[in-house]
């Protein structure tokens, strides 16, 4: 999961960032503008909140409309789904910049723009959980530490594989790759050894009956 790409697949898809905020950002801004400056509860006021509401309402639409399709299309060619078991409070630390990742979306992921893309991503796993579901299959997340610095070539780890956001370049053996696309393929590793040998998973359907039932 990412900013510049909103889902990375181990095969190398990726789903567009969700920019349908971005595109009506401004306009909801304006909007939003208009209304402080009327007399709280006048009719005008009434007006303004309606427009306001309404931009909400088309963001939301969009968003939900993009997120389904996208789930859909990957719940019904796939039967195990391994995802990073990012939580949206870490999500936010780490704009700031971490060892991991140093931030270089830290405007991006700020602000109303960054809650949007939280409930994005949340509502994502959400869906593709429960569709994923209705076809027989399987959502298992993954801890992510690491993923974004492990070569997947050589297994060597270290910040310094990762020196751009988007780009890797594993400086043991120089295999060199989209950033997100070695994170996805490293998740998918990860995963598998977690269906195989028993590693701890983390489902949230799985934890509620028996953990062992996903493996
Ligand atoms: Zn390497």
């Known amino acids: 999961m990412g900013i510049t790409r909103f889902a990375t697949m181990s095969d190398g898809n990726y789903l567009a960032p969700l920019n349908s905020f971005r595109r009506h950002e401004a306009r909801l ?26 931009i909400h309402s088309r963001i939301g639409h969009a968003r939900r409309d993009y997120l389904h399709k996208a ?43 960054k809650a949007i893309l939280d409930q994005g991503w949340f509502e994502f796993r959400r869906q593709l959980d429960y569709k994923l579901a209705w076809n027989g299959g399987w959502l298992i997340a993954v801890p992510p530490a690491n993923t974004s610095r492990t070569c997947p070539v050589c297994g060597y780890v270290s910040a310094e594989n990762r020196q751009t956001q988007a780009r890797f370049v594993c400086i043991e053996c120089g295999f060199e790759e989209n950033a997100d696309l070695v994170g996805a393929i490293n998740i998918l590793a990860r995963g598998h050894r977690v269906a195989a040998c028993g590693e701890p998973v983390q489902s949230d359907r799985s934890v509620k009956q028996e953990p062992t039932e996903a493996i």
């Open 29 to 54: 801004r304006r909007a939003q503008r208009t209304m402080s400056r009327k007399t709280k509860f006048s009719s005008n006021w009434k007006k303004a909140k309606a427009r306001v509401q309404r």
């Open 71 to 113: 789930t859909t299309t990957i719940s019904k060619n796939h039967a195990m789904v391994y995802i990073e078991n990012l939580q949206v409070r870490n999500m936010s630390r780490s704009a700031a910049g971490s060892n991991d990742a140093p931030g270089k979306n830290v405007r991006a992921k700020s602000g109303l723009n």
